[in-house]
């Protein structure tokens, strides 16, 4: 597609359950990323793929995150027994050669609710 | 990382032009400065960057201070459209290339 895909847009999840975030990103980018963000703050950096190699996972809040891109396209981020805590705007976003130096380009987002 | 410093929120009026500011002391020589928006609802938007020359397109201009110390967005003319968070962030040249989001500029335009 043209732009980077997410889903699902909007996730309602129980404490406890565990949740999959996808994320599409544009044909033949190289650099994916993941983001954080709460409400009315700034996106916080979760972690980051080259291809298929997660080469910086130093956001990820705790081992409870889980993030994948095994073919180096599709990715996942995996949340298990989620937490009142968990609940933001998951952005993904990708860059082809260039490591975003022509910009990011952002998906929507998946916005999760833990009740 | 080298942070950067913006007005928690700016008001305009529409069809006037707008100058947001950005502080960013600590940058270093390879750092350039990017810019994104975000509308309500949406993912942010890359709008412009720049190392040291100011620079044009079709959506903004930015301003960039000869000792490289700050930096201004111009939106020629707001619409309502503008209505958004704007992000100052300073993307190095040597790093993986995260960004690094500040709280931003919320910019109200008003009709």
């Known amino acids: 597609g043209a732009g980077v895909s997410q889903s699902p847009r909007y996730k309602v999840a129980k404490r406890g359950q565990d949740v999959a975030l996808r994320c599409d990103p544009i044909?033949?980018?190289?650099?994916l990323f993941w983001y954080q963000q709460a409400l009315g703050q700034g996106p916080e950096f979760l972690t980051y793929?080259?291809?298929?190699?997660?080469?910086?996972k130093s956001g990820l809040p705790s081992d409870r995150f889980f993030a994948e891109r095994p073919e180096g396209s599709v990715s996942t981020l995996k949340i298990q027994r989620t937490q009142q805590e968990d609940s933001a705007v998951y952005l993904c976003?990708?860059?082809?050669?260039?490591?975003?130096?022509?910009?990011?380009?952002f998906g929507s987002g998946t916005r999760l609710t833990v009740v | 990382d080298a942070k950067t410093t913006q007005p928690n929120s700016m008001e305009s009026n529409e069809e006037e032009p707008v100058h947001l500011p950005c502080n960013h002391s600590?940058?270093?020589?390879?750092?350039?400065i990017h810019w994104y928006r975000q509308l309500p609802s949406q993912g942010p938007e890359y709008v412009i960057h720049?190392?040291?020359s100011n620079v044009n397109n079709r959506m903004a201009s930015l301003a960039i201070a000869e000792d490289r110390k700050s930096s201004t967005l111009i939106l020629h003319r707001a619409t309502l459209r503008d209505a958004a968070v704007y992000y100052c962030?300073?993307?190095?040249?040597?790093?993986?290339?995260?960004?690094?989001f500040g709280q931003g500029t919320t910019l109200q335009v008003k009709p």
């Open positions: 793929f080259q291809n298929e190699a997660q080469l910086d």
């Open positions: 044909s033949g980018h190289v650099s």
């Open positions: 720049g190392l040291t």
């Open positions: 976003a990708s860059s082809s050669w260039d490591r975003g130096f022509y910009g990011y380009t």
């Open positions: 962030i300073l993307h190095g040249s040597s790093n993986t290339g995260k960004l690094i």
């Open positions: 600590t940058i270093s020589g390879t750092d350039y």
